[in-house]
C-alpha cells in the first residue's frame, strides 16, 4: 500500500494538470453515458423466484393464461354527471375502455364493472375495471402499464390507473424525479457547511468538484451494473446519496490533514506525501470497510437489495479512486490559492476543547460507557416491538395517480383487495373424486378466521384447481393478523390434497422467512471481514471487537428510534405518510448495513489516527485524546455533511426512502457525535494496555502496513 501511495503522491507532484484534465474528461464521459440509466435499470423486485409463494403464483397463472388478481385497477369516475357510471352513455363508455383494454399486448383478462360482482359503487358514481396481465415480471407490467394509460383518455369519465403493476411503473419515474430534487436540495446546504467547516470558498470547492463527480460516476456505474445482471431503478437514489456523501467525507479529511502538514511548516511536496501516507491511507481502509458492509446486500437474492449492494461496493471504491487521484492535483493546482475567499472568523474543526472533554472524560471512563451505553441500550428497546412489511401498492402517496387510486379501492371496493391464492392438487389416489377433495378444501379455506369469503373453484387441469379467497386483514398494515391467517390457510389438512398458497400475504411471509434465515450468516460475514480490516488496520485484536460491538448497538438504538418515528407514525404528519403500523423489511435491512459501514469508516478515521500517534511514541492516553481533538471534529463535521446527503432523499415521497434517509441521519448522528469522540476513548481507557493486544501473527501483519511516525506533539 505504501508503494501505491508514494505512486500516487509522484503523480499529483508531477502531472496536476493532466491529471485534473483526465478526470475532468472522464466525468463528461460518465455524465453523458449514465444520462441512458433510467431506462436502462429495472423495476425493483422484493420476492425471490424460489419461495412457495411465487411459485404458487406463477403456475397458476401459466395454467389460467392470466395472473390470478388483478394488476391493473381502472378506475371510472362520472364526477356530477346526473346518473353517474350506470347511465347507457357512461356504460357504453366503460365498455370500450374495457375492448381497449383487452385490445393491450400483455393483457389477459378484462373484468368490466356490474351491479353483481360488486364493482360499481351503491351511489352509482364510481366503477372499477379489472385488468390481468398475463406475467408476473414487474418489468413487463411495467412496460404493459406505459402502453395502457394514454389510450384510456375520456372525455365523458375521469379514468386513473392503479394497482400493482401502475404502483411498480409510477416508482420507477419517480426515482428519475427524485434523485435530482435530493440533488437540488442537498447540494445547496453542503456548500453553505464546506465553507463553514473549511473557512473557506475556494478549499469547499475542492469536495464538492468530488462530489460532482460520484454522482456522475453513480449513475454510470450502475448503468454499466445494468449490463451485467438485472438493477434496481431505486438503487440509483440511495447509491448517489451515498457517493455524495462518501466525496465530501473523504475529501474532508484529505484536505484538512493536508492543511494541517502546511500549518506545521511543511513544503507542499513533504505536507502532500504526509497526506497520503496518512489520510490517504485512512481512506483506503475506509473505501474497503464500506465497501463490505455494503456486499453483505449482495448475498440477498433480491434485486432490490443485491442492487443496493453492488451498486454501494461500486461507488465506495469508486470515490476513493478518484479522491486519492483528484484531490491530490487540485490542492497543487490551487498551492496558495487554497486559502483565497477565507473567513477568517471561522474558528477550525475540533479543537482544544474536545480534547480537553476527553481527557475529563478518561478520569471516569466506567461513567462514561455505562451512561453512554445505558442510554444507547433504552433508546433501542422499541426495535424490540419492530413489526416489518414489504414494499406493495400504497407505497406511493395519494398525490400520485395509482397512490389515489389504491386509497380510492380501499375505501370503495375493499373486496378488490390483496387476497389469498390457494392452489389444491388432488394426489393420484384422490383423482377420482377431485370435486370433492377441492371442496373439501374450500369448505376447510372458508371456516378459517380471516377469511371472508371463497369463490367457487377454477379448474387449472391435471388434478388442480383454483381457489381465491377475500380475506381480512390487509397483508401490509395487519402484519401480525396477516402472517397469522397464512399459517393458518397452509395448515390446512384435508386428506388426498395438496395446499399451496399464494398472494401478496404470502409473499410478505415467505420473505421474512427468507431474510431471517440468511441473516445470521449474513452478519456473520460482515462482522468477520470488517474485523479482519480493522485488525490489519490497527494491529491490535482487541479493538475491532469492540468497534463491531459498538456498531451494532449503534444499530440498535437507530432501529429503535425509527420505529418509535414510522412504525408509531410520529412523523406522519411532518413528512406527509401513511405509517402502516410497521417499517418496510428492506428499509431496516438498508439502514443497519449502510450504518454499520459509515459506523465503521468513522471509527477507522479515528483509530488510524491514534495508532500513528502511538507509533510515534506518544502513550496511549494522551494518543486517544490528541486523536479525538485533532480528528473529532472533523468526524461531527462529516457525520453533519453526511446526513445532509443521505437525508435529502426524504424529499422522495415513496415512504421506503423516507424510511431509510431518516434511519442513516439518526444512526450516524449517534455514531459521529456521541460514539466515536466519547464512548470509543473511554471503552480504550477502561480496557488499558488491553485494548492494544494481539497474537504476534497479527502484529507482524499490521507492522508491514504501519504509516511512518510522525511527531507526537500537538500542533496548537
Same mark, same amino acid.
Given at each position: 500500500?505504501?508503494?501505491?501511495? +508514494?505512486?500516487?503522491?509522484?503523480?499529483?507532484?508531477?502531472?496536476?494538470?493532466?491529471?485534473?484534465?483526465?478526470?475532468?474528461?472522464?466525468? &463528461?464521459?460518465?455524465?453523458?453515458?449514465?444520462?441512458?440509466?433510467?431506462?436502462?435499470?429495472?423495476? %425493483?423486485?422484493?420476492?425471490?423466484?424460489?419461495?412457495?409463494?411465487?411459485?404458487?403464483?406463477?403456475?397458476?397463472?401459466?395454467?389460467? *393464461?392470466?395472473?390470478?388478481?388483478?394488476?391493473?385497477?381502472?378506475?371510472?369516475?362520472?364526477? +356530477?354527471?346526473?346518473?353517474?357510471?350506470?347511465?347507457?352513455?357512461?356504460?357504453?363508455?366503460?365498455?370500450?375502455?374495457?375492448?381497449?383494454?383487452?385490445?393491450?399486448?400483455?393483457?389477459?383478462?378484462?373484468?368490466?364493472?356490474?351491479?353483481?360482482?360488486?364493482?360499481?359503487?351503491? +351511489?352509482?358514481?364510481?366503477?372499477?375495471?379489472?385488468?390481468?396481465?398475463?406475467?408476473?415480471?414487474? +418489468?413487463?407490467?411495467?412496460?404493459?402499464?406505459?402502453?395502457?394509460?394514454?389510450?384510456?383518455?375520456?372525455?365523458?369519465?375521469?379514468?386513473?390507473?392503479?394497482?400493482?403493476?401502475?404502483?411498480?411503473?409510477?416508482?420507477? !419515474?419517480?426515482?428519475?424525479?427524485?434523485?435530482?430534487?435530493?440533488?437540488?436540495?442537498?447540494?445547496?446546504?453542503?456548500?453553505?457547511?464546506?465553507?463553514?467547516?473549511?473557512?473557506? #470558498?475556494?478549499?469547499?470547492?475542492?469536495?464538492?468538484?468530488?462530489?460532482?463527480?460520484? =454522482?456522475?460516476?453513480?449513475?454510470?456505474?450502475?448503468?454499466?451494473?445494468?449490463?451485467?445482471?438485472?438493477?434496481?431503478?431505486?438503487?440509483?437514489?440511495?447509491?448517489?446519496?451515498?457517493?455524495?456523501?462518501?466525496? $465530501?467525507?473523504?475529501?474532508?479529511?484529505?484536505?484538512?490533514?493536508?492543511?494541517?502538514?502546511?500549518?506545521?511548516?511543511?513544503?507542499?511536496?513533504?505536507?502532500?506525501?504526509?497526506?497520503?501516507?496518512?489520510?490517504?491511507?485512512?481512506?483506503?481502509?475506509?473505501?474497503?470497510?464500506?465497501?463490505?458492509?455494503?456486499?453483505?446486500?449482495?448475498?440477498?437474492?433480491?434485486?432490490?437489495?443485491?442492487?443496493?449492494?453492488?451498486?454501494?461496493?461500486?461507488?465506495?471504491?469508486?470515490?476513493?479512486?478518484?479522491?486519492?487521484?483528484?484531490?491530490?492535483?487540485?490542492?497543487?493546482?490551487?498551492?496558495?490559492?487554497?486559502?483565497?475567499?477565507?473567513?477568517?472568523?471561522?474558528?477550525?474543526?475540533?479543537? !482544544?476543547?474536545?480534547?480537553?472533554?476527553?481527557?475529563?472524560?478518561?478520569? &471516569?471512563?466506567?461513567?462514561?460507557?455505562?451512561?453512554?451505553?445505558?442510554?444507547?441500550?433504552?433508546?433501542?428497546?422499541?426495535?424490540?416491538?419492530?413489526?416489518?412489511?414489504? $414494499?406493495?401498492?400504497?407505497?406511493?402517496?395519494?398525490?400520485?395517480?395509482?397512490?389515489?387510486?389504491?386509497?380510492?379501492?380501499?375505501?370503495?371496493?375493499?373486496?378488490?383487495?390483496?387476497?389469498?391464492?390457494?392452489?389444491?392438487?388432488?394426489?393420484?389416489?384422490?383423482?377420482?373424486?377431485?370435486?370433492?377433495?377441492?371442496?373439501?378444501?374450500?369448505?376447510?379455506?372458508?371456516?378459517?378466521?380471516?377469511?371472508?369469503?371463497?369463490?367457487?373453484?377454477?379448474?387449472?387441469? @391435471?388434478?388442480?384447481?383454483?381457489?381465491?379467497?377475500?380475506?381480512?386483514?390487509?397483508?401490509?398494515?395487519? /402484519?401480525? *393478523?396477516?402472517?397469522?391467517?397464512?399459517?393458518?390457510?397452509?395448515?390446512? @389438512?384435508?386428506?388426498?390434497?395438496?395446499?399451496?398458497?399464494?398472494?401478496?400475504?404470502?409473499?410478505? =411471509? @415467505?420473505?421474512?422467512?427468507?431474510?431471517?434465515?440468511?441473516?445470521?450468516?449474513?452478519?456473520?460475514?460482515?462482522?468477520?471481514?470488517?474485523?479482519?480490516?480493522?485488525?490489519?488496520?490497527?494491529?491490535?485484536?482487541?479493538?475491532?471487537?469492540?468497534?463491531?460491538?459498538?456498531?451494532?448497538?449503534?444499530?440498535?438504538?437507530?432501529?429503535?428510534?425509527?420505529? #418509535?418515528?414510522?412504525?408509531?407514525?410520529?412523523?406522519?404528519?411532518?413528512?406527509?405518510?401513511?405509517?402502516?403500523?410497521?417499517?418496510?423489511?428492506?428499509?431496516?435491512?438498508?439502514?443497519?448495513?449502510?450504518?454499520?459501514?459509515?459506523?465503521?469508516?468513522?471509527?477507522?478515521?479515528?483509530?488510524?489516527? /491514534?495508532?500513528?500517534?502511538?507509533?510515534?511514541?506518544?502513550?496511549?492516553?494522551?494518543?486517544?485524546? $490528541?486523536?479525538?481533538?485533532?480528528?473529532?471534529?472533523?468526524?461531527?463535521?462529516?457525520?453533519?455533511?453526511?446526513?445532509?446527503?443521505?437525508?435529502?432523499?426524504?424529499?422522495?415521497?415513496?415512504?421506503?426512502?423516507?424510511?431509510?434517509?431518516?434511519?442513516?441521519?439518526? *444512526?450516524?448522528?449517534? @455514531?459521529?457525535?456521541?460514539?466515536? %469522540?466519547?464512548?470509543?476513548?473511554?471503552?480504550?481507557?477502561?480496557?488499558?494496555?488491553?485494548?492494544?493486544?494481539?497474537?504476534? %501473527?497479527?502484529?507482524?501483519?499490521?507492522?508491514?502496513?504501519?504509516?511512518?511516525?510522525?511527531?507526537?506533539?500537538?500542533?496548537?
Amino acid at each position: 500500500m505504501r508503494v501505491l501511495l +508514494d505512486r500516487l503522491a509522484a503523480l499529483a507532484l508531477s502531472r496536476a494538470r493532466p491529471v485534473a484534465a483526465g478526470v475532468l474528461l472522464l466525468t &463528461v464521459v460518465m455524465g453523458i453515458y449514465g444520462a441512458g440509466a433510467f431506462h436502462a435499470l429495472k423495476i %425493483p423486485q422484493f420476492t425471490r423466484a424460489g419461495e412457495e409463494s411465487t411459485r404458487t403464483a406463477n403456475a397458476v397463472s401459466r395454467a389460467l *393464461g392470466h395472473n390470478a388478481e388483478p394488476d391493473l385497477l381502472i378506475l371510472v369516475r362520472a364526477g +356530477d354527471a346526473q346518473g353517474g357510471v350506470t347511465t347507457p352513455a357512461a356504460q357504453q363508455e366503460i365498455e370500450r375502455l374495457a375492448r381497449v383494454a383487452r385490445g393491450v399486448d400483455g393483457v389477459g383478462l378484462v373484468v368490466p364493472p356490474t351491479a353483481e360482482n360488486g364493482l360499481v359503487t351503491a +351511489d352509482g358514481r364510481d366503477a372499477l375495471i379489472l385488468a390481468h396481465l398475463t406475467s408476473l415480471d414487474e +418489468d413487463d407490467g411495467r412496460e404493459v402499464t406505459d402502453r395502457l394509460r394514454p389510450q384510456l383518455a375520456s372525455e365523458s369519465l375521469d379514468v386513473d390507473v392503479g394497482g400493482r403493476a401502475a404502483a411498480f411503473s409510477d416508482t420507477a !419515474h419517480q426515482a428519475e424525479t427524485d434523485i435530482f430534487r435530493a440533488e437540488a436540495f442537498a447540494f445547496p446546504i453542503l456548500t453553505v457547511l464546506l465553507i463553514i467547516v473549511f473557512r473557506g #470558498v475556494i478549499a469547499a470547492l475542492l469536495p464538492l468538484s468530488l462530489a460532482a463527480v460520484s =454522482v456522475l460516476a453513480s449513475l454510470a456505474g450502475l448503468r454499466l451494473l445494468g449490463e451485467l445482471v438485472p438493477i434496481s431503478v431505486s438503487a440509483v437514489n440511495v447509491v448517489s446519496a451515498l457517493g455524495l456523501g462518501l466525496a $465530501v467525507d473523504y475529501s474532508l479529511f484529505l484536505v484538512s490533514r493536508y492543511r494541517e502538514e502546511l500549518a506545521r511548516g511543511a513544503p507542499p511536496p513533504d505536507a502532500m506525501r504526509t497526506m497520503m501516507h496518512t489520510a490517504g491511507r485512512t481512506v483506503i481502509y475506509s473505501a474497503i470497510t464500506v465497501a463490505v458492509a455494503l456486499s453483505a446486500l449482495c448475498l440477498f437474492p433480491q434485486r432490490f437489495m443485491y442492487s443496493m449492494g453492488l451498486g454501494g461496493v461500486f461507488v465506495s471504491l469508486f470515490v476513493a479512486a478518484v479522491s486519492l487521484v483528484l484531490i491530490p492535483a487540485l490542492l497543487l493546482i490551487a498551492g496558495k490559492r487554497l486559502d483565497a475567499l477565507a473567513l477568517r472568523r471561522l474558528a477550525p474543526a475540533g479543537g !482544544h476543547r474536545l480534547g480537553d472533554t476527553v481527557r475529563t472524560l478518561q478520569r &471516569v471512563p466506567l461513567l462514561m460507557v455505562v451512561l453512554t451505553v445505558g442510554a444507547l441500550a433504552v433508546y433501542g428497546v422499541p426495535a424490540l416491538d419492530m413489526r416489518t412489511t414489504s $414494499v406493495g401498492p400504497g407505497v406511493l402517496p395519494a398525490s400520485t395517480e395509482s397512490g389515489s387510486v389504491q386509497r380510492a379501492v380501499e375505501q370503495l371496493f375493499p373486496a378488490a383487495g390483496p387476497g389469498l391464492i390457494v392452489e389444491v392438487s388432488a394426489s393420484a389416489a384422490a383423482r377420482e373424486d377431485a370435486d370433492r377433495t377441492v371442496a373439501g378444501v374450500g369448505d376447510a379455506l372458508a371456516a378459517t378466521p380471516g377469511v371472508l369469503g371463497v369463490r367457487p373453484p377454477q379448474p387449472l387441469g @391435471d388434478g388442480r384447481a383454483l381457489l381465491l379467497a377475500q380475506a381480512a386483514p390487509d397483508p401490509y398494515g395487519d /402484519v401480525v *393478523g396477516s402472517a397469522a391467517l397464512v399459517e393458518a390457510v397452509r395448515a390446512i @389438512d384435508v386428506p388426498g390434497a395438496e395446499v399451496r398458497l399464494g398472494g401478496e400475504a404470502a409473499s410478505l =411471509v @415467505d420473505l421474512r422467512d427468507d431474510v431471517s434465515n440468511r441473516l445470521p450468516w449474513i452478519v456473520a460475514v460482515l462482522v468477520l471481514t470488517t474485523t479482519l480490516a480493522l485488525v490489519a488496520l490497527t494491529g491490535s485484536l482487541v479493538l475491532p471487537v469492540v468497534s463491531v460491538l459498538l456498531n451494532g448497538l449503534t444499530i440498535f438504538a437507530t432501529l429503535g428510534l425509527l420505529t #418509535v418515528l414510522f412504525q408509531h407514525g410520529n412523523l406522519e404528519g411532518l413528512l406527509g405518510f401513511s405509517s402502516g403500523n410497521a417499517l418496510f423489511l428492506f428499509s431496516g435491512l438498508l439502514v443497519g448495513s449502510m450504518v454499520f459501514g459509515l459506523a465503521t469508516d468513522y471509527g477507522v478515521f479515528l483509530l488510524a489516527r /491514534v495508532r500513528e500517534l502511538r507509533d510515534a511514541g506518544m502513550p496511549d492516553d494522551e494518543a486517544v485524546a $490528541v486523536a479525538v481533538q485533532r480528528t473529532g471534529g472533523l468526524i461531527a463535521a462529516a457525520g453533519l455533511l453526511f446526513m445532509v446527503a443521505i437525508g435529502s432523499i426524504v424529499t422522495s415521497p415513496l415512504v421506503f426512502l423516507k424510511e431509510f434517509a431518516i434511519g442513516n441521519v439518526i *444512526g450516524i448522528g449517534l @455514531d459521529a457525535m456521541l460514539v466515536r %469522540p466519547f464512548l470509543l476513548p473511554a471503552a480504550i481507557k477502561l480496557l488499558g494496555p488491553a485494548a492494544w493486544w494481539a497474537p504476534a %501473527p497479527v502484529r507482524r501483519l499490521a507492522a508491514r502496513l504501519e504509516p511512518p511516525a510522525t511527531p507526537a506533539t500537538d500542533p496548537a
